[in-house]
Structures are given as structure tokens and as C-alpha cells.
């Protein structure tokens, strides 16, 4: 592109250098302290930084109100080089800061998985058109997705952001959400950059581990599926997608060098950039120079950046240290032209979007575009459809369940059955139990740490929680729901659930939508479900389906026979429902997030109360899915033990 060649030929070095990082940004003050000890935003101008990550949710128009101060900040510099402002996935349930957001203001729809599940092309585009939209409202144009790696290991912590162990429907999903993002024509000033991740696949890991983490660095194929792996990419790349970022994972026993994918030049510049003929840029994933220098950690700071520039990264995340290159290149370790190869592809982006001509966006119109009511709304839709039916009881407690009947109800808001059941306090009065619960994982890390938003290791539910659908299933017909962000050991709970549904990111409302017959669960398994850990660790990361006799194979979805759609409860019928809610015992603060004891009236005044800092807690919006204890011991770290055991007691009381 020739406006981005006569650019290049004017820039300092510092400015050059300054496109090659891509930091978190603080939304709000230029001065305040940058987010996770990042430094402010205003030492990332005077860096020359014109690319910034932001994991904030406020209001759309406050993010776009930022957003044009950052543009107008910037005209202000010699250059005046537009900002590319990023976000992570923030249309779903996850919330974890090093992986996708909570949704906030956006419209909400299921996590990917649940796309899997659906297996629809036509609504993941329309979906990712809606991305489109809602991003560029507020200012951000480029999405660090879509995440097209194969969980062919259900223990595996980012396997809720996958489509599942399917190459051929991750293919097609991850092909239409290129579209989109970016336009059937292509990048253009209404597209949203679409950077695909983790190349060339980052499913395969030993023990299901993660590579965020030293203990799962390892990226290993004993089914010799490298090429299956890859293929999503390659599909991607002939649609045209802008970006790619690989993973962390060290590949193990395979051709390549035995060194993360960042610092290696035969996957970066010999596959990526030679074989499938990519010259997008590409964007290392988050602190790889520091934080996770996997295979090169002998390597000084410097020599491993020197090694990532080699292997062919135009771009580091999560880095905002762009003085270590400038010294570089006056060391003479680094080239000028080196330099100008990755300048020039992230120029020519910016100018592809539209960045140069109108970086402002309509803060007012933001407002009515993000989260409008028909998004929402289809939102929602996709979050009832996407729900897998897995048992289904001939009598009793058989979905779609009958309205005005008596139901216990345990990990929702009883709010959500108003005009669809009355809500009792005991099991012993009810006529049905529900209870909702989440695919299990082990806490690790200290809270707050990145560590501790990850869900890793067993999928075997605590014998507690397989005791408690045990006790109330004993006393009345029990329908299990079961929220999957990876897989779950589901074996321990087919005796005691008489219905069980899984989903993949749903709210209350979708989810009594579709136990009360006004949505169908048209969902399929997006991936095995083992029937133990013992059939999982016998099988090989790299192949998909690899468990012997699991409880359910990937494709498993029941219907409901015959169904109808019933309408919705009317204000009458919602009003004229009894909703109570237990006393004493409610939550087990062990295994309750804090989002949902949130939408507990009595619960948020105890927690306003007692820990008021809570509220307004920046690192709240994305620990709404972690447990009440973990969430009090991050926020509550410097309060005396004493005012945290009497909180927790409080708590525990209702």
C-alpha cells in the first residue's frame, strides 16, 4: 500500500519501533497506574505505543469516549499515528483476564464451544458480524480471536474458547467468523482485524495442561495429528484473515525445534510465512519475553527477543518495552530493515481499517448499537439453542417440564421461574429439584494470581457435590444442568439426575427457557465426555475421541419429542408465582461464584456491608465465575482475618 511505504520512509526509529508492541491500556485517567502493574497510558504515548489491549467492560460510551481521547492524544504527537485498540472475546460467560471478558455492556451469547455445538455457519457469521459492530462502535478494531485450536483433550483450560475436537466444523465456524469480523471483501475502515489463534494449533498438550504455565509447555502428538491440527489454520489463511498469533507450547518429538512457537523460525517464517504464503502480521501471544520464554529460557531478556524478531514475530504482546529494541538496533543485533518489515505490515493494517482517514467514533450511537434489545435478544436465542439434552426421564422430572408445578432450586436465581413454577424453600415441598451446576476443575494459585482463573486439571466432580444431587435427588426427581467450559466427568451423576442438560454459557432465563419448553436444545456434544479419568489419561492428547467407552460421544444430543414452542409467561403469570428462597444453607461459598451470590438481594448487602471495596474492585468484572472465598481473599487481602470469617459467616447464615 503506497500511503504506508511513504509513511515508513519518514518515521524515526522510535516510532517504528513503538507499532511493534502491543501492552494493556487502562481505560479512564492517562496518569492512573496501568492495569496488572502495566505502566499509564500516558507513558505508553511517550513510548510511541500505538497499539493497546484493553480488558475493561465500563459503559459503551465511556469505552468510546476513551477511546476517541486516546486518537485525539495521539494527533498530537509528530506523526500521529492512530491507535489500534484490541480486545479479547467479551461476548460470553468466561471471565478470566489472561484468556476472554465478561460480557458487560455487549450482547451475550454462549461460549464458542456452544457454536460448536450448533454447528451453524450461518449464525457464527452473523454473530461475528454483530462483534463487528459493537467493537467498532466503541472504537476497538481488532479481535484477539477467533481461537481455532481442535480440544481434542477435554481437561484442557481453554477449551471453552474452541469449537470443539472437530476439525471439519471448527473449519467452517472459524472461516465464517473471519467473514464476519472482516467483511466478505475483505479488511476494510468497517472491519474488525481478525487475529487467529494459537497457530498451528494449540489443543495437544501434555496432561491436558496449560502453556501459560511451566508445567504445561509441552505440546505434544503421539497420534502423529499435526497436520489435523493445523487445518484450521490453513482455512483460515485462504479466507483471508489479517493476523495470527501462536501459542506458547513447545512442540515436543515433532521436526521442529524444541522452543516455544514464538521463538521459532521454522514454524513463523518457514510454514507460516513460506508454505501457506502469509504475510499478515503476526503477533506473539501475551509476555513471551519474560513471563513464558518456554525452550529459551537460558537466553538473556535480549537474546530472546533478538530470537522471536528472527523467527519471524512483527509484533509482542502483552511487552511494552520498546527501548530494549531501539538499543538493539544501535547494538547492531537488530536491523533497520528488519525493523521496517514488521512496521510495514502493521502500517498497512491501520490503513486498511480505516484508522488514518476516521479514528473517532460516535459515542452517543455507541450507546444504541452495543447491547441493543434485537442482539441481545438473538443472544439469547443462541444461548437456549445451544443446549444439549443428554437424559431425559420418561415420567417425573421429564423436560420440558410442566408450568406452576413446586421446584427446589439450587445454582440459579429463583427470579428466573417467575410465571413458570413456584419456587419452594425445602426440598421436601417441591414436586421437582433443578439444580445447576459447573463442570469441576482444581483451584490453583494463589487468588487473584492469573493462575487462579484458570480451570485445569480433574474433571472428577468432588465427592461433596456428587453427594448433594445425591441427597436431594433421593428425596425428589432431580434435572441436573451442567455448564461446560471444558469437558466434565459426568459418570458419578447419571444415577442421581433424572434429566440432565448441558450448556455452553447460558443465563437463567435461557436456561428456564429451555427446561420449560419455550426454547429447544438443539445442541450436539462439541466434544467427548470421558467416562473416568482413568479412560482420559489413557488416551492421547492429539487425537480427538480417543477415551474408551465414554459416557457420551461427541455428536450425543437428545430432542424433545413432538415439541412446541410455548410462549413466554406474561407479567400476570410472573407476579402471581411464589419465589422463595432457602434459609440458612443457601450457598456453598466453596463452590458458589461470586456472580451469582450477586444477584442475591440479601447476599449483595452483606457484601456491600461488610466488604464495600468489592463494588468497585477492578479486577471484579472478570472474577464473576470464581468462588465467593477465592473472590473474598483476593479483594479482601490486606483486611484483618477476623472481618473476613465474620463476613463468611454472615454468608453462609442465609
Same mark, same amino acid.
Given at each position: 500500500?503506497?500511503?504506508?511505504?511513504?509513511?515508513?520512509?519518514?518515521?524515526?526509529?522510535?516510532?517504528?519501533?513503538?507499532?511493534?508492541?502491543?501492552?494493556?491500556?487502562?481505560?479512564?485517567?492517562?496518569?492512573?497506574?496501568?492495569?496488572? +502493574?502495566?505502566?499509564?497510558?500516558?507513558?505508553?504515548?511517550?513510548?510511541?505505543?500505538?497499539?493497546?489491549?484493553?480488558?475493561?467492560?465500563? %459503559?459503551?460510551?465511556?469505552?468510546?469516549?476513551?477511546?476517541?481521547?486516546?486518537? &485525539?492524544?495521539?494527533?498530537?504527537?509528530?506523526?500521529?499515528?492512530?491507535?489500534?485498540?484490541?480486545?479479547?472475546?467479551?461476548? *460470553?460467560?468466561?471471565?478470566?483476564?489472561?484468556?476472554?471478558?465478561?460480557? =458487560?455492556?455487549?450482547?451475550?451469547?454462549?461460549?464458542?464451544?456452544?457454536?460448536?455445538?450448533?454447528?451453524?455457519?450461518?449464525?457464527?457469521?452473523?454473530?461475528?458480524?454483530?462483534?463487528?459492530?459493537?467493537?467498532?462502535?466503541?472504537?476497538?478494531?481488532?479481535?484477539?480471536?477467533?481461537?481455532?485450536? /481442535?480440544?481434542?483433550?477435554?481437561?484442557?483450560?481453554?477449551?471453552?474458547?474452541?469449537?470443539?475436537?472437530?476439525?471439519?466444523?471448527?473449519?467452517?465456524?472459524?472461516?465464517?467468523?473471519?467473514?464476519?469480523?472482516?467483511?466478505?471483501?475483505?479488511?476494510?475502515?468497517?472491519?474488525?482485524?481478525?487475529?487467529?489463534?494459537?497457530?498451528?494449533?494449540?489443543?495437544?498438550?501434555?496432561?491436558?495442561?496449560?502453556?501459560?504455565?511451566?508445567?504445561?509447555?509441552?505440546?505434544?502428538?503421539? =497420534?502423529?495429528?499435526?497436520?489435523?491440527? /493445523?487445518?484450521?489454520?490453513?482455512?483460515?489463511?485462504?479466507?483471508? @484473515?489479517?493476523?495470527?498469533?501462536?501459542?506458547?507450547?513447545?512442540?515436543?518429538?515433532? %521436526?521442529?525445534?524444541?522452543?516455544?512457537?514464538?521463538?521459532?523460525?521454522?514454524?513463523?517464517?518457514?510454514?507460516?510465512?513460506?508454505?501457506?504464503?502469509?504475510?499478515?502480521?503476526?503477533?506473539?501471544?501475551?509476555?513471551? !519475553?519474560?513471563?513464558?520464554?518456554?525452550?529459551?529460557?537460558?537466553?538473556?531478556?535480549?537474546?530472546?527477543?533478538?530470537?522471536?524478531?528472527?523467527?519471524?514475530?512483527?509484533?509482542?504482546?502483552?511487552?511494552? @518495552?520498546?527501548?530494549?529494541? !531501539?538499543?538493539? $538496533?544501535?547494538?547492531?543485533?537488530?536491523?533497520?530493515?528488519?525493523?521496517?518489515?514488521?512496521?510495514?505490515?502493521?502500517?498497512?493494517?491501520?490503513?486498511?481499517?480505516?484508522?488514518?482517514?476516521?479514528?473517532?467514533?460516535?459515542?452517543?450511537?455507541?450507546?444504541?448499537?452495543?447491547?441493543?434489545?434485537? $442482539?441481545?435478544?438473538?443472544?439469547?436465542?443462541?444461548?437456549?439453542?445451544?443446549?444439549?439434552?443428554?437424559?431425559?426421564?420418561?415420567?417425573?422430572?421429564?423436560?420440558?417440564?410442566?408450568?406452576?408445578?413446586?421446584?427446589?432450586?439450587?445454582?440459579?436465581?429463583?427470579?428466573?421461574?417467575?410465571?413458570?413454577?413456584?419456587?419452594?424453600?425445602?426440598?421436601?415441598?417441591?414436586?421437582?429439584?433443578?439444580?445447576?451446576?459447573?463442570?469441576?476443575?482444581?483451584?490453583?494459585?494463589?487468588?487473584?494470581?492469573?493462575?487462579?482463573?484458570?480451570?485445569?486439571?480433574?474433571?472428577?466432580?468432588?465427592?461433596?457435590?456428587?453427594?448433594?444431587?445425591?441427597?436431594?435427588?433421593?428425596?425428589?426427581?432431580?434435572?441436573?444442568?451442567?455448564?461446560?467450559?471444558? =469437558?466434565? !466427568?459426568?459418570?458419578?451423576?447419571?444415577?442421581?439426575?433424572?434429566?440432565?442438560?448441558?450448556?455452553?454459557?447460558?443465563?437463567?432465563?435461557?436456561?428456564?427457557?429451555? !427446561?420449560?419448553?419455550?426454547?429447544?436444545? /438443539?445442541?450436539?456434544?462439541?466434544? &467427548?465426555?470421558?467416562?473416568?479419568?482413568?479412560?482420559?489419561?489413557?488416551?492421547?492428547?492429539?487425537?480427538?475421541?480417543?477415551?474408551?467407552?465414554? *459416557?457420551?460421544?461427541?455428536?450425543?444430543?437428545?430432542?424433545?419429542? +413432538?415439541?412446541?414452542?410455548?410462549?413466554?409467561?406474561?407479567?400476570?403469570?410472573?407476579?402471581?408465582?411464589?419465589?422463595?428462597?432457602?434459609? +440458612?444453607?443457601?450457598?456453598?461459598?466453596?463452590?458458589?461464584?461470586? =456472580?451469582?451470590?450477586?444477584?442475591?438481594?440479601?447476599?449483595?448487602?452483606?457484601?456491600?456491608?461488610?466488604?464495600?471495596? /468489592?463494588?468497585?474492585?477492578?479486577?471484579?468484572?472478570?472474577?464473576?465465575?470464581?468462588?465467593?472465598?477465592?473472590?473474598?481473599?483476593?479483594?479482601?487481602?490486606?483486611?484483618?482475618?477476623?472481618?473476613?470469617?465474620?463476613?463468611?459467616?454472615?454468608?453462609?447464615?442465609?
Amino acid at each position: 500500500m503506497q500511503r504506508a511505504e511513504d509513511l515508513l520512509r519518514r518515521l524515526p526509529l522510535e516510532d517504528r519501533v513503538g507499532l511493534m508492541f502491543q501492552p494493556l491500556a487502562g481505560v479512564g485517567d492517562f496518569d492512573a497506574p496501568g492495569p496488572i +502493574g502495566y505502566p499509564s497510558t500516558r507513558t505508553l504515548f511517550e513510548r510511541r505505543i500505538n497499539h493497546f489491549n484493553t480488558l475493561q467492560a465500563p %459503559k459503551a460510551r465511556d469505552l468510546a469516549q476513551w477511546a476517541n481521547a486516546v486518537q &485525539e492524544e495521539v494527533k498530537k504527537q509528530p506523526f500521529g499515528i492512530p491507535v489500534t485498540i484490541s480486545s479479547d472475546p467479551r461476548h *460470553a460467560f468466561g471471565n478470566n483476564p489472561g484468556t476472554g471478558l465478561g460480557a =458487560g455492556p455487549f450482547s451475550q451469547w454462549p461460549e464458542p464451544l456452544g457454536f460448536g455445538a450448533l454447528d451453524d455457519p450461518e449464525l457464527t457469521e452473523h454473530f461475528a458480524d454483530i462483534v463487528r459492530r459493537e467493537y467498532r462502535a466503541v472504537g476497538i478494531s481488532l479481535a484477539l480471536h477467533p481461537q481455532i485450536d /481442535l480440544a481434542t483433550d477435554p481437561r484442557w483450560a481453554r477449551a471453552g474458547g474452541t469449537f470443539g475436537e472437530s476439525v471439519e466444523i471448527t473449519s467452517r465456524l472459524a472461516v465464517a467468523y473471519v467473514r464476519g469480523l472482516q467483511g466478505k471483501d475483505g479488511l476494510g475502515p468497517a472491519s474488525v482485524a481478525a487475529m487467529g489463534k494459537h497457530f498451528p494449533g494449540g489443543g495437544p498438550q501434555l496432561d491436558g495442561e496449560d502453556a501459560h504455565f511451566a508445567y504445561g509447555k509441552e505440546q505434544v502428538y503421539p =497420534g502423529g495429528l499435526w497436520e489435523m491440527h /493445523l487445518q484450521p489454520f490453513r482455512d483460515v489463511l485462504a479466507a483471508g @484473515i489479517s493476523q495470527m498469533m501462536p501459542y506458547y507450547g513447545v512442540p515436543m518429538g515433532t %521436526k521442529y525445534e524444541e522452543v516455544g512457537f514464538s521463538f521459532n523460525k521454522e514454524i513463523i517464517t518457514d510454514l507460516l510465512r513460506k508454505d501457506l504464503d502469509f504475510d499478515g502480521v503476526v503477533c506473539s501471544d501475551w509476555g513471551i !519475553i519474560g513471563a513464558t520464554p518456554w525452550g529459551v529460557e537460558h537466553l538473556s531478556f535480549e537474546e530472546r527477543m533478538v530470537k522471536a524478531l528472527e523467527a519471524g514475530i512483527d509484533q509482542f504482546g502483552g511487552e511494552a @518495552i520498546p527501548d530494549t529494541l !531501539i538499543n538493539l $538496533v544501535h547494538a547492531g543485533l537488530v536491523s533497520d530493515a528488519r525493523i521496517d518489515e514488521s512496521a510495514r505490515r502493521l502500517l498497512r493494517e491501520k490503513f486498511a481499517l480505516g484508522l488514518f482517514d476516521a479514528p473517532l467514533v460516535d459515542a452517543e450511537r455507541a450507546e444504541l448499537i452495543v447491547g441493543a434489545a434485537d $442482539v441481545r435478544q438473538a443472544g439469547l436465542e443462541a444461548q437456549a439453542a445451544a443446549h444439549t439434552l443428554l437424559v431425559n426421564c420418561p415420567m417425573l422430572a421429564r423436560l420440558p417440564l410442566d408450568r406452576g408445578i413446586k421446584v427446589y432450586v439450587e445454582g440459579m436465581d429463583p427470579l428466573a421461574l417467575a410465571g413458570r413454577a413456584n419456587v419452594v424453600a425445602t426440598v421436601n415441598e417441591a414436586d421437582v429439584a433443578i439444580v445447576r451446576i459447573a463442570a469441576p476443575f482444581e483451584q490453583r494459585g494463589h487468588p487473584g494470581d492469573l493462575e487462579s482463573f484458570f480451570h485445569a486439571g480433574s474433571l472428577d466432580f468432588p465427592d461433596e457435590d456428587i453427594q448433594n444431587v445425591k441427597d436431594i435427588s433421593d428425596v425428589v426427581p432431580t434435572v441436573v444442568g451442567v455448564y461446560l467450559d471444558r =469437558g466434565a !466427568i459426568l459418570t458419578p451423576l447419571l444415577p442421581h439426575a433424572d434429566s440432565l442438560i448441558a450448556e455452553f454459557g447460558a443465563s437463567d432465563e435461557a436456561f428456564a427457557r429451555v !427446561i420449560f419448553g419455550e426454547a429447544e436444545p /438443539l445442541g450436539k456434544l462439541p466434544l &467427548e465426555l470421558p467416562s473416568s479419568m482413568a479412560a482420559l489419561e489413557a488416551s492421547r492428547p492429539d487425537v480427538p475421541s480417543d477415551s474408551e467407552s465414554p *459416557a457420551f460421544e461427541f455428536g450425543f444430543g437428545l430432542r424433545y419429542e +413432538g415439541w412446541q414452542p410455548r410462549p413466554h409467561p406474561t407479567d400476570e403469570a410472573k407476579s402471581s408465582t411464589k419465589l422463595a428462597r432457602r434459609n +440458612g444453607g443457601r450457598y456453598r461459598l466453596h463452590r458458589t461464584s461470586i =456472580g451469582l451470590l450477586l444477584k442475591d438481594p440479601e447476599a449483595k448487602a452483606i457484601l456491600t456491608e461488610e466488604l464495600p471495596e /468489592l463494588v468497585s474492585h477492578p479486577m471484579l468484572n472478570v472474577s464473576l465465575g470464581m468462588d465467593v472465598i477465592s473472590v473474598v481473599t483476593m479483594v479482601a487481602a490486606n483486611v484483618a482475618n477476623s472481618k473476613r470469617e465474620h463476613l463468611l459467616s454472615r454468608l453462609s447464615s442465609l
